[in-house]
Structure formats: structure tokens, C-alpha cells
């Protein structure tokens, strides 16, 4: 197993993208409250990969995207929601209203990517011309 990202695993031949978050990109930058930049697409990946160190690794498949990918919901020893999980520490922002009340915490006690300022995933991956991580795909594409 490999962790892609802050919210994409590789299990296998297979892409598992996190249902319900978007993660900082693991080549994006944010900036703390002093101005300066930091990897926070990196720190997330980091987190993400601590939480699934705690094996036990179960996802259930919600759907397959536009890119083949699973989309599902998953689990680890002592983590019932990764995606819940995530988002709560600040390491992603919600993409569906399951997570909105993680996501308003996480900014409220400017946990993580909420602690200074970053730009949107989804405007990041498009600025950046990032294509989806798909298994088997070379990494940086």
C-alpha cells in the first residue's frame, strides 16, 4: 500500500480516493499567519500515512469516478471515518455536508491548512495542470 496523498491510497493495482474531502495537493504550498510558505500538501500526505500505519485498513466502495477510481469510505484501528478524520484536522476541506461541521471546527481552531492561507484543491490541480492519480500512472501525473 502506498499513500499518494492527503486523500488518494494505492492498495494493489487500485486508486482509492477518500469519498466526502479534498486534500491539499502533496506539491502545494500554504502560507502561515507570518507570511511564509510551507509544504502543506506534503504534511498532509503525512498525516494521512500515520493514520493508515495503524493497519487495519478497511474501505467500503461508495462509487468509481470519471477516472476509474474507487471513491469509497475509509476505516483504520481507532479511526472509524479516515475522511472524517482528516478534515477535522484540518488536512482537507469537506466536499460533501457529512464533513461541513468537521470543516467549520477545523477552521474555527485553525487546525492544519486553516492555520494560515491556501489556495482550493480543486484550483490548485487546475492552475497547476495536476491530473488525477491513477494506479499505474508514473508519479507527478
Known amino acids: 500500500m ?8 494505492r492498495v494493489g493495482d487500485e486508486t482509492v480516493r477518500l469519498a466526502g474531502m479534498d486534500a ?4 502545494q504550498f500554504c502560507t502561515d499567519p507570518r507570511g511564509i510558505t510551507w509544504t502543506c500538501g ?7 500515512d500515520e493514520m493508515v500505519a495503524r493497519g487495519g485498513l478497511r474501505c467500503t466502495r461508495i462509487e ?9 469510505r475509509c476505516s483504520v484501528r481507532g479511526v472509524g471515518d479516515i475522511g472524517a ?4 484536522a484540518g488536512w482537507a476541506i469537506s466536499s460533501e455536508p457529512l464533513y461541513d461541521a468537521k470543516e467549520k471546527d477545523a477552521r474555527s481552531a ?3 491548512i486553516w492555520a ?3 489556495e482550493a484543491p480543486k484550483g490548485w490541480r487546475a492552475h ?6 491513477v494506479a499505474g500512472q508514473p508519479e507527478g501525473n
Request: a positive charge.
Open 110 to 112: 485553525k487546525q492544519g
Open 42 to 48: 506534503e504534511s498532509a500526505r503525512v498525516a494521512l
Open 116 to 118: 494560515g492561507t491556501f
Open 128 to 133: 497547476n495542470l495536476i491530473a488525477p492519480k
Open 24 to 27: 491539499v495537493e502533496r506539491g
Open 2 to 9: 502506498f499513500v499518494a496523498d492527503g486523500d488518494t491510497l
Open 85 to 88: 478524520a482528516m478534515v477535522a
Open 64 to 72: 468509481r469516478d470519471r477516472y476509474r477510481r474507487t471513491v469509497a
